[in-house]
């Protein structure tokens, strides 16, 4: 199946000209001026064509959590926001820790045919803070791995985690927060973890990304050693780069107007790698009794768009690069870049356009934003994957 999307502002990490783009059996074979295809074609008349979106980092609950979201209504969600490929953190019940969810949760994704996953394993075996072999039994599906939710308290653990990791061809998920310390200082708590962390990917070389960084202290610490040459990435949430100030409850919390300052520099400057989500959809209940999450996979692109292209911060171009281009290399997929060859996954957006955030029209099952009500620039009107339009949000075309 052929599409041709036609005459669109197509910007990509270092691509922003005007014209059209050729798929063909799901992969992008021709893009250019006037190009001439009679197939399935899209007019994309004042509207921006770009990659569609890598997310890092999303909570779909499946198994055991399927009232909060499941993996067919997280994923509408995602196509909803732009995105064609998430990784599914392992904070599931049971915990991730075996090929068996693994394989479950690939299956039932490929079954849905909507759009395309990576699991993450369990650093430690069911959370349990202390055992690793669990990690010599993974395929090589697997490519990350996470405690997310919590942090691995025991420095050992930490460090024999890295080197198999490093073994094994793996990239450890660092979610920095230490158990003794974040009930009376969240900000000391992910502090310490981050130090302790980069000095353990400088002792073991092992690949380490650090989630949702949120602090000015650990992004410092991390441009430093990004610039002594420690094999780390890392990820910063669209809501801590649009709020301050908020005690709307998420993990790591909503910080302070200078560490806000501090992350958009750190993008400015080159060294964030992805936006990521940390899409954490919840009940009602479990938001009354205190569960912390933002359903973030919607509102990721505009709000990112309004707060950091907008704003005045970076371009399109270094937009498309953290939410696309990077987060693909780092997952190791031929998505991410309008390049000969790479899976046509792409989206239609109308960058002009805005947007009324209303959770009640969320795909997620999670309605929990503090979002509500706000208004951002930039509104998705269509997700393509493999040049099929999985999500129309308004876009007329003829077959
Ligand atoms: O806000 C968060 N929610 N942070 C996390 O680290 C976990 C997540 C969840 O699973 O709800
Ligand atoms: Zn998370």
Same mark, same amino acid.
């Not at 691509?15 to 783009?21: A, E, K, L, P, S």
């Not at 395309?116 to 039994?137: A, C, M, P, R, Y």
């Not at 653990?157 to 660092?174: D, H, S």
């Given at each position: 199946?052929?599409?041709?999307?036609?005459?669109?502002?197509?910007?990509?990490?270092?691509?922003?000209?005007?014209?059209?783009?050729?798929?063909?059996?799901?992969?992008?074979?021709?893009?250019?001026?006037?190009?001439?295809?009679?197939?399935?074609?899209?007019?994309?008349?004042?509207?921006?064509?770009?990659?569609?979106?890598?997310?890092?980092?999303?909570?779909?609950?499946?198994?055991?959590?399927?009232?909060?979201?499941?993996?067919?209504?997280?994923?509408?969600?995602?196509?909803?926001?732009?995105?064609?490929?998430?990784?599914?953190?392992?904070?599931?019940?049971?915990?991730?820790?075996?090929?068996?969810?693994?394989?479950?949760?690939?299956?039932?994704?490929?079954?849905?045919?909507?759009?395309?996953?990576?699991?993450?394993?369990?650093?430690?075996?069911?959370?349990?803070?202390?055992?690793?072999?669990?990690?010599?039994?993974?395929?090589?599906?697997?490519?990350?791995?996470?405690?997310?939710?919590?942090?691995?308290?025991?420095?050992?653990?930490?460090?024999?985690?890295?080197?198999?990791?490093?073994?094994?061809?793996?990239?450890?998920?660092?979610?920095?927060?230490?158990?003794?310390?974040?009930?009376?200082?969240?900000?000391?708590?992910?502090?310490?973890?981050?130090?302790?962390?980069?000095?353990?990917?400088?002792?073991?070389?092992?690949?380490?990304?650090?989630?949702?960084?949120?602090?000015?202290?650990?992004?410092?610490?991390?441009?430093?050693?990004?610039?002594?040459?420690?094999?780390?990435?890392?990820?910063?949430?669209?809501?801590?780069?649009?709020?301050?100030?908020?005690?709307?409850?998420? *993990?790591? #919390?909503?910080?302070? %107007? =200078?560490?806000?300052?501090?992350?958009?520099?750190? /993008?400015?400057? +080159?060294? $964030?790698?992805?936006?990521?989500?940390?899409?954490?959809?919840?009940?009602?209940?479990?938001?009354?009794?205190?569960?912390?999450?933002?359903?973030?996979?919607?509102?990721?692109?505009?709000?990112?768009?309004?707060?950091?292209?907008?704003?005045?911060?970076?371009?399109?171009?270094?937009?498309?690069?953290?939410?696309?281009?990077?987060?693909?290399?780092?997952?190791?997929?031929?998505?991410?870049?309008?390049?000969?060859?790479?899976?046509?996954?792409?989206?239609?957006?109308?960058?002009?356009?805005?947007?009324?955030?209303?959770?009640?029209?969320?795909?997620?099952?999670?309605? *929990?934003? #503090?979002?509500?009500? %706000? =208004?951002?620039?930039?509104?998705?009107?269509?997700? /393509?994957?493999? +040049?099929? $339009?999985?999500?129309?949000?308004?876009?007329?075309?003829?077959?």
């Amino acid at each position: 199946m052929d599409l041709l999307l036609k005459g669109g502002r197509i910007v990509d990490y270092n691509t922003d000209f005007h014209g059209d783009i050729y798929i063909s059996d799901g992969k992008i074979v021709e893009y250019g001026e006037n190009l001439n295809y009679s197939c399935k074609t899209i007019n994309c008349d004042g509207l921006v064509i770009m990659p569609s979106f890598i997310d890092m980092h999303v909570h779909f609950r499946e198994p055991g959590y399927e009232y909060k979201e499941d993996i067919h209504s997280g994923s509408l969600a995602a196509l909803r926001g732009g995105y064609t490929y998430v990784n599914l953190m392992a904070n599931t019940n049971p915990i991730c820790s075996s090929m068996e969810i693994v394989d479950y949760v690939l299956n039932r994704a490929r079954e849905l045919d909507l759009i395309d996953v990576h699991q993450t394993v369990s650093i430690t075996k069911n959370f349990d803070g202390e055992t690793l072999s669990h990690i010599d039994d993974l395929e090589s599906t697997v490519k990350l791995l996470s405690d997310d939710g919590k942090g691995v308290k025991d420095n050992l653990v930490m460090y024999n985690a890295l080197k198999l990791a490093k073994e094994n061809g793996l990239t450890i998920i660092a979610h920095e927060e230490d158990e003794s310390l974040v009930c009376f200082d969240t900000r000391l708590s992910e502090n310490i973890m981050t130090k302790r962390d980069i000095e353990l990917a400088r002792s073991t070389k092992g690949k380490l990304h650090f989630a949702h960084v949120s602090t000015k202290e650990a992004i410092t610490d991390i441009i430093k050693a990004k610039n002594e040459g420690v094999t780390i990435t890392c990820e910063v949430t669209p809501h801590h780069l649009a709020l301050y100030d908020n005690d709307y409850k998420v *993990n790591p #919390p909503i910080r302070e %107007k =200078e560490d806000v300052k501090t992350l958009i520099n750190a /993008i400015v400057d +080159g060294y $964030v790698d992805a936006i990521a989500t940390d899409h954490a959809p919840h009940s009602e209940e479990d938001k009354r009794k205190g569960a912390c999450g933002i359903s973030g996979i919607e509102t990721s692109f505009s709000i990112s768009y309004t707060s950091l292209v907008k704003d005045g911060h970076i371009s399109l171009n270094k937009l498309s690069e953290i939410m696309s281009k990077n987060p693909g290399e780092l997952m190791n997929v031929r998505k991410g870049k309008v390049k000969i060859g790479y899976d046509g996954d792409l989206v239609i957006v109308d960058l002009d356009s805005r947007i009324k955030v209303d959770s009640k029209n969320f795909a997620s099952k999670g309605k *929990n934003t #503090p979002f509500q009500g %706000k =208004e951002y620039y930039g509104k998705i009107l269509a997700t /393509i994957k493999r +040049g099929i $339009v999985k999500y129309n949000g308004g876009i007329e075309y003829d077959n």
